[in-house]
């Protein structure tokens, strides 16, 4: 059988995720130090572990509505209402999804036709541009640089539209750099995507994780923008609760109907003990979240600082649980620090080219990890690269 024939050409043409590619060479050896995989390190706080065993218990192991549970997405509207100030109706405009990662799938699904553009800031999420690759539309990156903390600026977002744009995607804080953008520039963003007909897909993901004292704004709340925007968020990393794969997205009625159409015929529902897991999180998870939140601001600025004293100049991020550090004065390809950083002194951490062509020059480090591990990973770094 001539299977590279049978497999469709879009999905032949995608290339596997570069993480996934690091962290198979990484898998069962002993001894790494893993700053690798984005995740917290923390378990799930107990109590909404044990909502998930309730639900168990309780015998409620059903399909639930294709929306989600009504409980939740009152508790999702009401959340969402008081932390990023936008108001949705938890009948129409809330949909409960498997994770960000399906809630991303299905916005693109539900809003490309062929050809459509979608225009990122890049350095990005690895699943991005193959989301957009699937959905049958046009990947347009815009770089951003070290120079502006990795933000991107509204002057060259307007240089990148074109009129076959019809999605813009931001993801503030940003995984890999762990930017933020500046009241002024989201106007910046939001007038431009109001002038051009936008919608504006927004993972807001991290956006508990934000540092500093500083508040998360989200482009929904800017005046104009939520009739025209997709707010992403879900649980897997504020509440630390990656396996239960819950996400959800919240935008006017008639986008979240055509996700919805997408959803029950592909998923059907979330798993029902993850959504009591959720309500769970939302009506009772916030001291929790926040203690994990303040862990990883030391780890931040540990880590920062140590990097910077060993000559990777790394700037600061506002949010997320990742550090980017500019590798370019070691003369090594991101690929090539991030091997022999592993080969020499068993620490991992992913190549800046993972994330599309302006990471290169730079590594992501996750320090969502024990605070001993991150302190001897740092001094492997050092050793590592005075060595070179
Ligand atoms: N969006 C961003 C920016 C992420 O970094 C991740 C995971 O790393 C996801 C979405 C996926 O999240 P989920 O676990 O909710 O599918």
Known sequence: MDYPAKIARHVAA?????IRDFFELVQGREGIISLGVGEPDFVTPWHIREAAIYSLEKGQTTYTSNLGLLSLRKSIARYVGEFFGV?????????????VSE?????????????DEVIFHEPCYVSYSPSIVLAHGRAVAVETSKADAFALKPENLAAAITP???VLMLNFPTNPTGAVTSQEDLEGIAKLAIEHDLIVLTDEIYSELRYDGLPHVSIASLPGMRERTVLLHGFSKAFAMTGFRLGYACAPQPIIEAMMKIHQY??????IMSQNAALEALENGTPAMLAMRESYHQRRDFVVTRLNEIGLD????????YVFP???????TSKDFAMGLLEKEAVAAVPGSAFGPSGEGFLRCCYATAFNDLRTAMDKIERFAQAL
């Open 14 to 18: 995608i290339p596997r995720s570069g």
């Open 87 to 99: 108001a949705y109706d938890p009948a129409r405009e809330v949909l409960v999804t498997v994770g």
């Open 103 to 115: 809630a991303i799938d299905l916005a693109l699904r539900a809003l490309l036709n062929p050809g």
């Open 164 to 166: 076959q744009a019809r």
């Open 266 to 271: 592909s998923m059907l529902c979330a798993p």
């Open 314 to 321: 790394c700037h600061t991020p506002g949010g997320a649980f």
């Open 326 to 332: 500019d590798i370019r004065k070691t003369g090594l």
